[in-house]
């Protein structure tokens, strides 16, 4: 390998780790990233920034030679496939949890996939004693062998089972979280598909990356758009049971004192009623409208001048009828 590709290698790893770093400390911060969710993504960005240190760590210390260094990089390798199989893994519970398969560790793809995942671990636990796969040799340096593609394989057949998840259950996800998962299954998949044959570049590392950041971002909108919808529905639920509360004292009293009033001053009791319905055609539509009210409905001054007259031809009206009932009781006192 080259000196500008171990230099780019360099930057890309520092940038992953930057990056991913970044996305766990959004995810802790996150507001509305739901407690699920939150905890899938902080699993998914702990075994990133891992992976990409491990991957940091060998472009700094590849040109060390001495048992220990060796030794150093071939803990450093094997760290890196177990940490690339075990983010797809993840990526597989997620995908199914939010589809509403639960408990997930039973379905059937899932445990195809930790059979996969199990497999690819088998593959990198004997590569340590035939070195069929790839090897690194006494001093330092990192060689592939033909058969390396075969180690890419299960992983990939792993994210071609999370694309097909998606595909089965799409109708159960919004379509944030298809995207979300979309990007984080084909990115990756199309980086070791291409890395399985061609070595140089990190393209697995920085597109898992950058394929997490873009899923946590249409995750945080999807659960963004629940959450205000939410709170709409909340709200309007609050001014439903307002009303429901209201309405009936409200009602109650003001038809009991038309109703008086139609027996003792009927021409009142007909201008009381027509108070009353304008009153409420100004005042309880505007609580269950739905659309936004105009601002020269809302602010117009001749309207507010008659919702004030109105509203206080009421209250005076009341304050009649009762007065009217204090004398009436009084004078029957007194005779």
Same mark, same amino acid.
């Given at each position: 390998?080259?000196? #500008?590709?171990?230099?780019? =290698?360099?930057?890309?790893?520092?940038?992953?780790?930057?990056?991913?770093?970044?996305?766990?400390?959004?995810?802790?911060?996150?507001?509305?990233?739901?407690?699920?969710?939150?905890?899938?993504?902080?699993?998914?960005?702990?075994?990133? &920034? /891992?992976? /990409?240190?491990?991957?940091?760590?060998?472009?700094?210390?590849?040109?060390?030679?001495?048992?220990?260094?060796?030794?150093?990089?071939?803990? *450093?390798?094997?760290?890196?496939?177990?940490?690339?199989?075990?983010?797809?893994?993840?990526?597989?519970?997620?995908? %199914?949890?939010?589809?509403?398969?639960?408990?997930?560790?039973? =379905?059937?793809?899932?445990?195809?996939? +930790?059979?996969?995942?199990? %497999?690819?671990?088998?593959?990198?636990?004997?590569?340590?004693? !035939?070195?069929?796969?790839?090897?690194?040799?006494?001093? =330092?340096?990192?060689?592939? #062998?033909?058969?390396?593609?075969?180690?890419?394989?299960? !992983? /990939?057949?792993?994210?071609?089972?999370?694309?097909?998840?998606?595909?089965?259950?799409?109708?159960?996800?919004?379509?944030?979280?298809?995207?979300?998962?979309?990007?984080?299954?084909?990115?990756?998949?199309?980086?070791?598909?291409?890395?399985?044959?061609?070595?140089?570049?990190?393209?697995?590392?920085?597109?898992?990356?950058?394929?997490?950041?873009?899923?946590?971002?249409?995750?945080?909108?999807?659960?963004?758009?629940?959450?205000?919808? /939410?709170?709409? @529905? =909340?709200?309007?639920?609050?001014?439903?049971?307002? *009303?429901?509360?209201?309405?009936?004292?409200?009602?109650?009293?003001?038809?009991?004192?038309?109703?008086?009033?139609?027996?003792?001053?009927?021409?009142?009791?007909?201008?009381? +009623?027509?108070?009353?319905? #304008?009153?409420?055609?100004? &005042?309880?539509?505007?609580?269950?409208?739905?659309?936004?009210?105009?601002?020269?409905? #809302?602010?117009?001054?001749?309207?507010?001048? @008659?919702?004030?007259?109105?509203? $206080?031809?009421?209250?005076?009206?009341?304050?009649?009828?009762?007065?009217?009932?204090?004398?009436?009781?009084?004078?029957?006192?007194? $005779?």
């Amino acid at each position: 390998m080259t000196k #500008e590709i171990r230099n780019i =290698n360099l930057i890309f790893a520092a940038a992953g780790f930057a990056m991913s770093a970044l996305g766990l400390i959004h995810t802790f911060v996150g507001r509305f990233v739901e407690k699920r969710a939150k905890a899938f993504f902080i699993h998914l960005f702990v075994v990133l &920034n /891992v992976y /990409v240190l491990s991957i940091l760590l060998r472009e700094l210390t590849y040109d060390r030679t001495g048992d220990g260094w060796v030794t150093f990089s071939r803990a *450093l390798f094997f760290a890196q496939g177990i940490l690339a199989a075990t983010i797809t893994i993840i990526i597989t519970a997620f995908l %199914l949890d939010q589809c509403g398969i639960r408990p997930y560790k039973k =379905n059937a793809l899932f445990c195809i996939s +930790i059979a996969l995942y199990v %497999l690819y671990a088998l593959l990198l636990i004997s590569n340590i004693f !035939t070195k069929k796969l790839y090897y690194i040799d006494d001093f =330092n340096n990192y060689t592939r #062998e033909e058969w390396f593609p075969i180690l890419i394989t299960p !992983t /990939v057949f792993i994210m071609i089972i999370n694309l097909i998840i998606l595909f089965q259950n799409r109708n159960k996800i919004s379509r944030w979280q298809k995207r979300a998962f979309f990007i984080y299954s084909i990115v990756p998949m199309i980086s070791m598909m291409i890395q399985a044959f061609v070595f140089g570049v990190h393209l697995i590392a920085l597109s898992s990356v950058i394929a997490a950041l873009f899923a946590l971002t249409y995750i945080i909108y999807d659960q963004t758009e629940r959450f205000y919808k /939410v709170e709409g @529905e =909340n709200e309007k639920l609050k001014t439903e049971i307002m *009303l429901a509360q209201i309405q009936p004292h409200f009602l109650f009293n003001s038809l009991t004192t038309i109703k008086n009033l139609c027996r003792k001053d009927p021409e009142k009791a007909e201008e009381g +009623i027509s108070q009353f319905t #304008e009153y409420l055609r100004h &005042n309880m539509d505007s609580l269950t409208i739905e659309r936004p009210i105009p601002f020269s409905e #809302e602010f117009c001054i001749s309207s507010l001048q @008659e919702h004030l007259l109105i509203s $206080w031809s009421i209250v005076c009206l009341t304050r009649r009828a009762i007065l009217d009932r204090i004398r009436y009781v009084a004078g029957v006192v007194q $005779w």
